[in-house]
């Protein structure tokens, strides 16, 4: 029972979680009875409508580590009676962390001084787990544009394009990222 009480406190910090908006209310629902479909929107508006980005962050890094602290008591109890998680539960655990890493990159795109590093850092975390996931190859690719590493840019965003062709800002990207190799390009030869 321990082990749920934890999970239901991660679940109440992450409510603002844009991600898979159907897919947590359906999860949350099981466990809680008393979900309000008007308390997740109203988190959804504070946060990310209201663009408090900072405070969405804060949000997002406690849920981790509340959800780490609950796959860690996981862990830790074995098989003690009540404190261990089904398969179910614990990948419903990994889907919020992954959608909790992907939604702290969002964030952190939107600050006035972006730390790309840590952009790379939370999307390479959302690939190793969903390697087709599209928001975490177009974000990984435009960390990698800013921070100067064009081929691993164009490789991450041509991956976003060949899952969903027709966006805009993955083609800009691709056509700045291509730019900017020739031009790197172009003055290697000019150095020789």
Do not use: W
Request: hydrophobic share 40%.
């Amino acid at each position: 029972m321990a082990a749920l009480q934890i999970l239901l406190k991660a679940i109440l910090l992450i409510l603002a979680v844009p991600n898979s908006l159907e897919k947590k209310k359906c999860f949350f629902k099981q466990y809680h009875p008393y979900f309000e479909q008007d308390l997740y929107a109203s988190y959804i508006i504070e946060f990310y409508k209201d663009k408090k980005f900072r405070e969405a962050i804060g949000k997002y890094h406690r849920a981790l580590l509340e959800l780490k602290a609950l796959l860690l008591s996981q862990e830790a109890s074995g098989q003690r009676a009540g404190a261990a998680l089904s398969e179910e539960h614990r990948q419903a655990v990994e889907a919020i962390e992954v959608d909790c890493y992907n939604s702290l990159a969002a964030c952190l795109l939107q600050a006035e001084l972006v730390n790309y590093e840590r952009v790379k850092e939370y999307c390479l975390k959302v690939l190793q787990k969903e390697g087709e996931n599209f928001k975490a190859l177009y974000r990984s690719g435009v960390a990698f544009y800013h921070l100067g590493d064009f081929n691993k840019a164009l490789y991450y965003l041509k991956e976003a394009r060949a899952r969903q062709p027709t966006d805009t800002n993955v083609i800009r990207y691709i056509q700045l990222t291509e730019m900017k190799l020739s031009r790197c390009s172009q003055r290697e030869k000019e150095a020789l």
